[in-house]
C-alpha cells in the first residue's frame, strides 16, 4: 500500500515537466486549421494581396462567429462587433480598391477582433492589439504535443489496428467495386482513366513546386490560421486596465502623510510641490503661454488666413515642411502640460479651480486655432505644389488633433482620467485608418496633379502609383503639353531629371504596355481587385 502511494506521488520526471501542455482544441477547430492552412497557402503563395486577404479575412470572421457562442461575454462586447463591422469593411476596400491602407486597416480590424474575443472586457485598441500578438505566439507552443508521436507503443498499435480497419476496409470494398464497373461499363472506365490521368498530372506539377521556403510557407499560414481560430486567454493586459478608471479620483499626498506619522522623516529633492504652489505655477504657465500664443495666431491669422500669397523667391517648402512640423509638436508639447497639470489633485482644487479650468481651455481653443493654421499652410502647399500622400496624412493628423484637443476639454471640465482620453483617441485613431482605407487616393492625386492649373508636375511620382491609376494617367496627358517643368526621376533620387513634353506622353506609354505585359502573366484570380481589373480592361 505505501508502494503504491509513494508511486502516485513520486514526481514527475524533468522531460514531462519541460513539455509544453497541449491545447484542447475542438473538432470544428481541427478541421479548419489544416484547412485554413491549406487555403492560406493556395491564396498567397507567389501573389500579391487582392482578393485572396478579403477570402482568408472572411474565413477568419466566420469561423470566429460560428465559435461565438462559447464566448458569451464577446456577444456583448460593443467593440467587438465594431471590430467585425471595421473588418468586414475595409476587406470590402481590399477587394474593391487594393490600396495599401486599406490592406493595413483590413488586418489591423481582424487582430483587434481576435484580441477582443480573446479578452472582451477590454476597451483600448492598443491593449486587445496586444492581447491578440500575444495569444498568438502561445499558440505555437500548445500545438506541438499535437505532432508528436505518442509514447505509449501498445496504446499506439491499439489506435493503428482501430484506424486501419475503419480506413482500409471502406477503401478496398471501394477498389473492388470500381475494378467491377470498369470491366462492365467502358464509358465509365474512360472516365475513370482521364480522372487518373488528370490527378497524375496535378502530382507531377505538384512534387516539383515543393520546396523548403515553400515548406516554411506552408508551416507559416499553418501557424498564422493556429493563432488566428485558437483563443489561448492572456489576461496581463486586462489586468492591467481594470485599475484604470475613466475619471480622475483624488489621491492622499504620500509625502505629506509619511510626514505625519514620522516627524523624522525627510522628502527627497524630487518631492512635489504643495497644491497651491503647484496652482500658482499652472497659472502662470497658462497666462504667460496664452499671451504668446495669441501674438502667434494673430499674426497666422493676418498672414495665412487672410489672403496668403507667396512673394517672388519665397521657400514655400521651408514654410510648410519646417513650421507644420514644429507647429504640430507645439501642439502636442501643450496638450501634454495640459494632462500633467491635471492629472492629480489640481482637479480638486476649489478656490482657483474655475479660473485654472477658464485659463486652460482658452490655451486649448488657441491651439485649436493653431490647428487650422497648419491646415492652411498645407493647403496652400497642395494649392501651389500638388498632391500628395504627406499632405493627406497631415490632415488625417490634424483631425486626429482636433479631436484630442476637444478630449483635452472633457478631461478639464469632467475630471476625465488619461486612460480616458487614451481610449477615446485609439477609437478616433481607428476611425481615421477606416475613413482612409475608403479613398481612391491615387486616382484622386493624379486627376489633381495633371490639371491645367499647374505649370510642373513629378511624372516620376505618378509613374510609381499602383495600376489602378494609369487609366486616369493616360486620359489626362494632354495636360503635358502645357506644361513648363516635367520631372521623370523615381521618387527618393537624388538627380532630377526633366523631360519634355512628348518624352513624358512615351514615358506614360511604355509604363502602360509593360504593364499589359505583365498583367495576365503575374496577376491571378488570388490577387484580383475590382480596380486593377476594371484599368486594365480600360487599357486593352
Known amino acids: ?109 481582424l487582430v483587434m477582433m481576435l484580441g477582443y474575443v480573446n479578452q472582451p472586457h477590454l476597451r483600448l485598441v492598443v491593449f486587445a492589439l496586444l492581447t491578440a500578438l500575444s495569444s498568438a505566439v502561445r499558440v505555437g507552443p500548445g500545438l506541438l504535443p499535437y505532432l508528436r508521436l505518442p509514447q505509449n507503443k501498445a496504446g499506439s498499435w491499439r489506435r493503428t489496428r482501430f484506424y486501419g480497419r475503419v480506413l482500409l476496409v471502406p477503401v478496398a470494398i471501394l477498389v473492388l467495386f470500381h475494378v467491377l464497373f470498369s470491366l462492365a461499363n467502358p464509358r465509365y472506365s474512360q472516365l475513370a482513366s482521364v480522372l487518373f490521368q488528370r490527378l497524375g498530372e496535378w502530382l507531377a506539377a505538384l512534387l516539383p513546386a515543393i520546396s523548403v521556403p515553400h515548406l516554411l510557407f506552408f508551416l507559416l499560414g499553418l501557424l498564422l490560421t493556429a493563432a488566428a481560430l485558437v483563443v489561448v486567454p492572456f489576461h496581463f493586459f486586462q489586468d492591467q486596465e481594470s485599475r484604470l478608471g475613466e475619471f480622475v479620483r483624488r489621491q492622499r499626498d504620500r509625502v505629506a502623510s509619511l510626514s505625519v506619522r514620522n516627524p523624522n522623516f525627510r522628502a527627497r529633492r524630487f518631492r512635489s510641490l504643495d497644491l497651491r504652489k503647484e496652482y500658482l505655477a499652472a497659472l502662470a504657465v497658462f497666462g504667460l503661454v ?91 502647399y497642395i494649392t501651389y505644389t500638388g498632391l500628395a500622400y504627406k499632405r493627406i496624412g497631415v490632415y488625417g493628423f490634424l483631425l486626429l488633433t482636433l479631436f484630442g484637443l476637444g478630449t483635452v476639454l472633457l478631461k478639464i471640465w469632467q475630471r476625465r482620467s488619461a486612460y480616458s482620453l487614451v481610449r477615446l483617441n485609439g477609437l478616433a485613431a481607428y476611425g481615421v485608418l ?81 504593364w499589359r505585359r505583365n498583367y495576365p502573366e503575374y496577376h491571378s484570380w488570388q490577387s484580383w481587385t475590382y480596380a486593377e481589373a476594371t484599368a486594365y480592361e480600360q487599357l486593352r
Open 434 to 514: 477606416l475613413l482612409l482605407a475608403l479613398g481612391n487616393w491615387e486616382i484622386w492625386m493624379v486627376r489633381y496633379n495633371l490639371s491645367p492649373r499647374f505649370r510642373e508636375v513629378d511624372l516620376g511620382f505618378l509613374l510609381e502609383m499602383p495600376e489602378r491609376a494609369l487609366p486616369e494617367l493616360v486620359a489626362r496627358q494632354s495636360v503635358l503639353q502645357g506644361m513648363t517643368r516635367i520631372v521623370v526621376s523615381s521618387p527618393g533620387s537624388y538627380t532630377e531629371l526633366r523631360a519634355t513634353p512628348s518624352e513624358a506622353q512615351e514615358a506614360i506609354r511604355g509604363r502602360v504596355a509593360a
Open 1 to 109: 500500500m505505501n508502494a503504491i502511494t509513494s508511486s502516485r506521488l513520486a514526481p514527475a520526471p524533468a522531460a514531462a515537466l519541460s513539455r509544453p501542455a497541449p491545447i484542447p482544441l475542438s473538432v470544428r477547430q481541427k478541421l479548419l486549421i489544416p484547412l485554413g492552412a491549406v487555403l492560406f497557402d493556395v491564396l498567397f503563395w507567389n501573389q500579391e494581396v487582392g482578393l485572396n486577404l478579403a477570402l482568408y479575412t472572411l474565413l477568419v470572421v466566420g469561423a470566429t462567429l460560428a465559435g461565438l457562442p462559447r464566448y458569451a461575454a464577446a456577444r456583448r462586447s460593443g467593440y467587438f462587433w465594431l471590430m467585425v463591422g471595421g473588418t468586414v469593411l475595409s476587406a470590402g476596400c481590399v477587394l474593391l480598391l487594393g490600396s495599401g491602407v486599406a490592406k493595413l486597416a483590413c488586418v489591423a480590424s
Open 290 to 380: 496664452n499671451v504668446l500664443l495669441l501674438v502667434v495666431n494673430i499674426i497666422d491669422i493676418n498672414w495665412i488666413w487672410l489672403g496668403f500669397t507667396p512673394t517672388p523667391g519665397f521657400d514655400l517648402t521651408q514654410f510648410v515642411h519646417e513650421g507644420t512640423y514644429v507647429l504640430i509638436l507645439s501642439i502636442l508639447v501643450a496638450m501634454g502640460i495640459v494632462l500633467w497639470f491635471f492629472r492629480r489633485n489640481l482637479n480638486f482644487y476649489g478656490p482657483g479651480l474655475r479660473a485654472l479650468r477658464w485659463g486652460a481651455t482658452v490655451w486649448v481653443v488657441q491651439n485649436a486655432v493653431l490647428v487650422v493654421s497648419v491646415g492652411l499652410r498645407n493647403y496652400y
